[in-house]
């Protein structure tokens, strides 16, 4: 299972999921009580403008994830594997039982926050930048920064597909001299700072010192970090990720590589949990010999079932 990240979120997210009756829906009511947000209303009804709000976001895209694959625990489905694109990686831990349900919902609202304030604090921005290999979008990352400031490659989402934060000058500096460079295209995100880079250092000592009141367990099965791209098995490492995260690029690439690989081959199902179907479209074109099917509905919840039956 995978999970994904910020800017999955939608208006009418989970609303169907809602109205149900399994764990999911018991889950997705118990939200508003434990963050006191009102943040149902704002995932089924909007507005998007405050739904995208990083700190409604987060906890909005985690419940979502969560609630889906609670549904699909109380069906037999349970993985073998897991990873979560940025926050997505909190989805993954609730999964593998690492994180209670709750405490990953109130982890992730604090993240956003924090997220948030480092943005107020140190101005950042980020961007998309296609058609360049990682490699070549460091060194000029490297050598932007030393003349414009911090800017670094701040998430390595596919082959071709690679993400930069920082300071918004130097940003903008390294758009130019990678598309200068040969990359396709490099587009300015709308987003509230410079995750995944050094500006968010401070947010990062912050949150790792609240994830100290937090019980991490071990998770059930290995879950591929972010932070390494290797598969962790241990509570220790999977709480030191969880804020090393803030400022280390997201490894995807190589994240998918690890999951997809596996030690008997590729797995023959890796399903995409929570809002959108972002990962896995990214996914089925890299890695051609393994199945992603995305379900974060109950129409898919009950064809991924169906599916699952089929298969024996």
Same mark, same amino acid.
């Given at each position: 299972?995978?999970?994904?990240? =910020? @800017? ?14 399994? $764990? ?22 909007? $507005? ?9 976001? =987060? ?46 919902? %109130? ?5 956003? &926050? ?23 979008? %460091? ?17 390595? +989402?596919?082959? +071709? =597909? ?18 200068? @460079?040969?990359? %396709? %295209?490099?587009?300015?995100?709308? /987003? ?13 000592? &912050? ?14 099965? *290995? ?21 090393? =995260?803030?400022?280390?690029? /997201? ?15 590729? *797995? ?7 809002? !959108? ?8 074109? &890299? ?8 379900? !974060? ?6 064809? /991924? ?8």
């Amino acid at each position: 299972m995978i999970f994904p990240g =910020q @800017a999955s979120q939608s208006v009418g997210m989970a609303a169907d999921l809602m109205t149900g009756s399994g $764990p999911g829906a018991t889950f997705l009511a118990q939200v508003d009580g434990l963050l006191d947000l009102g943040l149902t209303a704002l995932m089924t009804d909007g $507005p998007a403008e405050t739904l995208t709000e990083t700190w409604y976001a =987060q906890p909005a895209i985690l419940a979502h994830s969560v609630a889906v694959a609670l549904e699909l625990r109380a069906r037999g489905v349970t993985p073998s594997v897991v990873a979560g694109h940025s926050l997505g990686e909190f989805s993954a831990a609730v999964a593998a039982g690492a994180l209670a349900p709750a405490d990953g919902l %109130r982890l992730v609202r604090r993240r956003g &926050e924090l997220m948030f304030a480092a943005g107020e604090k140190a101005p950042g921005t980020m961007a998309a930048i296609m058609g360049l290999d990682a490699d070549a979008v %460091r060194r000029v990352c490297e050598a932007t920064a030393a003349e414009h400031g911090v800017v670094v490659l701040a998430n390595h +989402n596919s082959s +071709n =597909q690679i993400a930069i934060s920082g300071a918004p000058d130097a940003v903008a500096a390294a758009c130019e001299a990678l598309k200068a @460079a040969g990359a %396709r %295209r490099a587009v300015m995100l709308n /987003v509230s700072g410079a995750f995944h880079s050094p500006l968010l250092d401070d947010a990062a000592r &912050e949150f790792a010192a609240h994830l100290q009141a937090v019980e991490v367990a071990d998770p059930a099965c *290995p879950l591929v970090a972010n932070v390494s791209a290797a598969p962790v098995t241990d509570a220790a490492t999977l709480r030191a990720g969880f804020a090393a =995260q803030l400022t280390s690029p /997201v490894r995807w690439h190589e994240i998918m590589g690890v999951l997809c690989a596996g030690p008997d081959g590729p *797995p023959p199902l890796v399903l995409e949990v929570g809002p !959108g179907k972002v990962l896995a479209n990214l996914a089925k074109r &890299e890695f051609p010999d393994t199945e992603f099917l995305s379900v !974060g509905t109950a129409a898919e919840l009950e064809t /991924v079932l169906d599916k699952l039956a089929q298969a024996g």
